[in-house]
Each structure stands twice: as structure tokens, then as C-alpha cells.
């Protein structure tokens, strides 16, 4: 249904321990985002691409599909960014606008790519998490870093709704076509304002009976179920520590050389 | 002296909106019955089974665990949803986690079980109802038969005393329906008294110890399988039809061909196998 939410379940890495997944993703996250610089941000995305792609067996052009999503974002506001309205001309491009200059200089074209670049490696940060680690996962990983029970509780149970009114919404639909709901605009309109109040009525309808199905097995206000996920081996977080040390370094020596 | 795990004395239930969806219930349910509910949809079935496990509160009545009158306090009711548990009709109302692991461990989590004892339950439940094969897959990439087999654990792994399944073969195919009743007279055989409803005439007849009508919010007749079924003008006041094996059986014997003192034969099987003995005994002539 949601294609995103199939791949993890295919990857090659779904089985490898969560905790170190998501321990090297955030510290890749949180170096690229500190260093901003261009280097380590291609050496980054490159990584980042390998693991999901390569290792993790990633459709290439998937992966490319889902790359170009933020692109929208970033080329507004990089062209923001890049290109000033003032009276004095700048040093790449100058396009007299009455007494005003439409105008760019070089140091905001390179600020620019640094953000495009940096935008795209933390990116590529998150794919990597979400193209090879399912939802329950991630979960236990929330928890095990103390974040709020109701947080997670409510991340739990969104996530299964969300396949479950898909479902619901799925049938609406195609039942509405059946029946000749979608023959002109006027019609289309009228029968997706109903889909969404039916939906809205079944949502709270299916939320009372689950919580009748979980209260028969002795649900107390808490929803507690088995975490099992092994602990990482040390042989993991030798590669984890090794790698991180590695990333440091390289941001160091970008620091250093300022690129 | 059969032990009574759980009686029901004149419950009604009526519901918000004013219907009254059961007008005096009165029934003992026997310690390792097999007993099958029958009745049209909206004839208060349902809402029965929600009153025995203590999430409806019926307005007037009293039902007892093992002699000891239901409280709607929450202690008295986590013990009694511990020993009565439900697998409701439609296996999206009853699981919330995307991991099949996660989901079938929630109610022995609840039981308060250590955690080796939790782990060890959930194996069994998956090896006992054959999940192995899809268990690590989430929940919304099922089946709707794959669906069912896990709402079905998702009881078992509590290990209770008495099972209500809601229409346990609706919407299922002939594959998992096979699957599903294997695995209710497997409950059965260790001694769990299950309770399930059905539309379907033949198998209530063929599987269930004893059979019990519902009719607008009322049981209008229970006992075994051969005395309801016989009993045609309730049958047809319910707008059930005789089991296929009962009915042959009987024209048969209205002809002469079969001796009425037989035991009836509780499936086509036996019926197949009466058949059977009479043309040997034919060519033996």
C-alpha cells in the first residue's frame, strides 16, 4: 500500500540490530548537519547510498525516485537564497530591474551548494534508517532510549491504523467508482467529502472496538509487549565505534582544510 | 457431575440507544463443552459473548464464574478476561501492532508472566497454530486467513479457560476454515470449553456437544445437536435448515432403507459409510 513502508521489510539489512542502525545514522545525522561542509557531505551521501542501496539491495531508481522528493523543498529556497534583489550589482549575475538589480554572487552560490549538499546527506541519513528498519524496530529503539510511553503507545497504534483506515478508505472507494461516483467533477467532489466523513465515523467505531478487543486481554493502561531484539555484538559496536571515529576524523580534516 | 464454569441467570442487555439486545438469558456452560451458538445476525449472540467476559454489564441478571457472582470491579474482571477469553470476528478489531510477535505476546504480557515465560508461550502459540512461516512479516501484509490464525493465538497465549470465538470461519476460505476448526478441536481436546457462533448448520451439528438457539435477544432452544435439530419448528422459526447428513438420514429411514434405532450419523461421512455398509450387505444377500 505505502511503497516506503514495504522496502524495509525486503531489505537485506532489516535483520541487522536496530540499535546500531540507528545509533549510525544519528551520528552521521548529527555530523553532517554540525560540519555543514561540502567534502564530508558527499562522502556522506555516498556512504549513506552504499548501505541503502548496495548492502541493503534497494531498488537504484527507488532510491533516486526518493532522493528527488526533497528537491522541490530545496531548490525554492535555495534560489531564495542565491538570489538577492538590491541596488548594488553582484559579482555572478546582475539583471537590471528599473533602478533595482536582480543579482547573485559567488559566495551565495557556494552557500547555496553547501546546503543542497548537506540537506541531501542528512537525508540520505533518515532513508537509510526507514529503507532498512521496520516501524516495531524503531520503536523499541524509542524506548530503549527512555523516550515517553504514550509517545511511543500512540506511534504504535497510528502506524497500524494507518493500514487499517487505508483499507477502509481503499473499499469506500472503490465501491463509490462502482457506482459511478467519480462521473464528473461536481460528483467526484460530493463523494470524497462523504468518504472522509464515513471514514472519520468508522475511524472512531473501529478505535471503540479495539479498545473492547484489548480490554478482553486484560489491557490495564499500558500497553506492554515483548522486546526482543538481541543485544548488539561486540564485533557490531566495534564497526559502529571504528566508523563513527573514522566520520569524526574526516569532519575534523574538513574542519582543518575548510572544505 | 459436570462442573459449571460460568452461568447465566435472566441477563438482558439493553443498549444506549434503547435496543434491547437480550430479553433474559438463562444458561450453565459445562467445563469442556464444545457448544455452538446459532441465530440470525443481530439476535443478541454477540452482545452475549461481550457480557461474559464482563465488558457489557447486563441491566438486569446476574452471571457467575464458577458460583462467584460477576463484579464490575477491575481486579475481579482482569481474573475473569484472564480465564475467558475472546477471538472476535473481524481480526483488524483485535490487532494493533504491526509485529506478530509483539501483538500475540500483549496478553500474557498482561498476565503479569516472566518475561522466559512470556517468550516461551508466544513459541508455542506460533508453533501450536502454524505462524512460523509469516511471523516476522507485520500485520498489515497478512491474509485474511494468516490474520485470524494470529487473533487466535493472540488468546491462546493466555491460556485460558474458556474460548469465545465470534463466527470463527466468516470471510475465510475453505483452506483456512479447515485450518481454523483443526485448530478449535485442538483447544477442545485439551480440555478449554469453547464457545463459538456459526451460520454454518453442518459443522455446528457435526462438532459442538451442544447447540444452542438464539432468537431476538432469547434462547428459544439448547441441548444436544440431535434434539435442537430435530426440533423442526424451531428451525424454522429461526430460518435454519437441517443439517444436510440429518436430513438424508431421516427420508432414508422414512423409506424403509435405514433401521431409526441407528445412532444418526453426525456428518456426510457416516452417513457415506452407512450407505456403504447397507450395499455390502446387499451383495452379501
Redesign the interface.
Known amino acids: 500500500m505505502i511503497i516506503i513502508d514495504k522496502l524495509c521489510y525486503y531489505s537485506k539489512l532489516r535483520y541487522q540490530n536496530p540499535y546500531i542502525k540507528t545509533a549510525w545514522a544519528m551520528i552521521a545525522l548529527i555530523i553532517t548537519v554540525s560540519t555543514r561542509s561540502i567534502a564530508l557531505s558527499v562522502l556522506i551521501l555516498a556512504a549513506m547510498s552504499y548501505l541503502t542501496v548496495i548492502k541493503g539491495g534497494t531498488n537504484l531508481r527507488r532510491y533516486c525516485h526518493f532522493m528527488a522528493i526533497p528537491f522541490a523543498f530545496l531548490f525554492l529556497s535555495s534560489f531564495a537564497i542565491a538570489v538577492n534583489f538590491s541596488k548594488t550589482p553582484l559579482s555572478v549575475l546582475s539583471l537590471p530591474i528599473g533602478s533595482w538589480y536582480l543579482t547573485a554572487s559567488f559566495s551565495g552560490l557556494y552557500l547555496v551548494l553547501q546546503l543542497i549538499l548537506t540537506a541531501l546527506a542528512a537525508v540520505s541519513c533518515l532513508y537509510f534508517l526507514t529503507l532498512t528498519t521496520p516501524m516495531p524496530d524503531i520503536l523499541m529503539v524509542l524506548k530503549k532510549v527512555r523516550c515517553p510511553y504514550l509517545i511511543i503507545e500512540m506511534m504504535m497504534l497510528i502506524y497500524r491504523f494507518i493500514f487499517v483506515l487505508l483499507d477502509i478508505a481503499y473499499q469506500l472507494r472503490i465501491s463509490q467508482i462502482c457506482r459511478l461516483g467519480n462521473k464528473d467533477k461536481r460528483t467526484s467532489w460530493k463523494a470524497l467529502g462523504e468518504l472522509m466523513a464515513v471514514l472519520l465515523v468508522r475511524a472512531m467505531k473501529r478505535a471503540n472496538e479495539m479498545y473492547d478487543a484489548m480490554e478482553s486481554r486484560c489491557y490495564n493502561g499500558v500497553i506492554s509487549v515483548l522486546e526482543e531484539t538481541g543485544v548488539a555484538t561486540k564485533k557490531e559496536i566495534a564497526l559502529l565505534a571504528i566508523c563513527s571515529l573514522c566520520l569524526t576524523a574526516a569532519a575534523l580534516c574538513c574542519a582543518y582544510l575548510g572544505i | 457431575m459436570e462442573e459449571t464454569i460460568i452461568k447465566a441467570e435472566n441477563i438482558t442487555f439493553t443498549y444506549e440507544d434503547g435496543t434491547q439486545a437480550l430479553k433474559g438469558i438463562d444458561i450453565e456452560i459445562k467445563k469442556g463443552r464444545k457448544i455452538a451458538f446459532l441465530g440470525a445476525n443481530g439476535s443478541g449472540k454477540s452482545t452475549f459473548f ?1 457480557c461474559l ?1 464482563g ?1 457489557h454489564q447486563p441491566s438486569n441478571g446476574t452471571l457467575y464464574y464458577r458460583a462467584e457472582p460477576y463484579h464490575y470491579k ?1 481486579d475481579f474482571l ?1 481474573k475473569l ?2 480465564k475467558v ?2 477471538v ?1 470476528q473481524d481480526p ?8 506478530v ?3 500475540i ?7 503479569g508472566l516472566a ?1 522466559e515465560e ?2 516461551a508461550r ?1 513459541d508455542r502459540s506460533i508453533e501450536d497454530l502454524e505462524i512460523t512461516a509469516f511471523q516476522e ?5 497478512l491474509s485474511g486467513g494468516q490474520k485470524k490464525q494470529v487473533a487466535i493465538a ?2 491462546l497465549v ?1 491460556d485460558p479457560e474458556v474460548i469465545v470465538l465470534d463466527e470463527p470461519a466468516a470471510a475465510l476460505d475453505p483452506k483456512h476454515t479447515t485450518i481454523v476448526n483443526h485448530h478449535i478441536d485442538q483447544m477442545a481436546k485439551k480440555g478449554i470449553t469453547v464457545l463459538i457462533s456459526t451460520h454454518d448448520v453442518d459443522h455446528a451439528y457435526a462438532w459442538a456437544d451442544e447447540v444452542v438457539l438464539f432468537h431476538e435477544g432469547k434462547i428459544i432452544k439448547s441441548g444436544t445437536p440431535k434434539t435442537v435439530f430435530s426440533d423442526e419448528k424451531t428451525l424454522l422459526a429461526t430460518n435454519l435448515q437441517k443439517p444436510s447428513a440429518l436430513r438424508l438420514f431421516d427420508d432414508l429411514c422414512a423409506k424403509g432403507l435405514f433401521d431409526p434405532s441407528l445412532p444418526p450419523p453426525r456428518n456426510l461421512e457416516e452417513l457415506e459409510q452407512y450407505i456403504h455398509d447397507i450395499s455390502k450387505r446387499s451383495t452379501a444377500l
Open positions: 461481550l467476559n465488558i477491575k482482569l478476561r484472564s477469553g475472546i472476535f483488524d478489531r483485535q490487532l494493533f501492532s504491526a509485529s510477535r509483539q501483538e505476546s500483549f496478553g500474557a504480557m498482561n498476565l518475561i512470556v517468550k508466544v512479516k507485520p500485520t498489515h501484509f493472540d488468546i493466555m
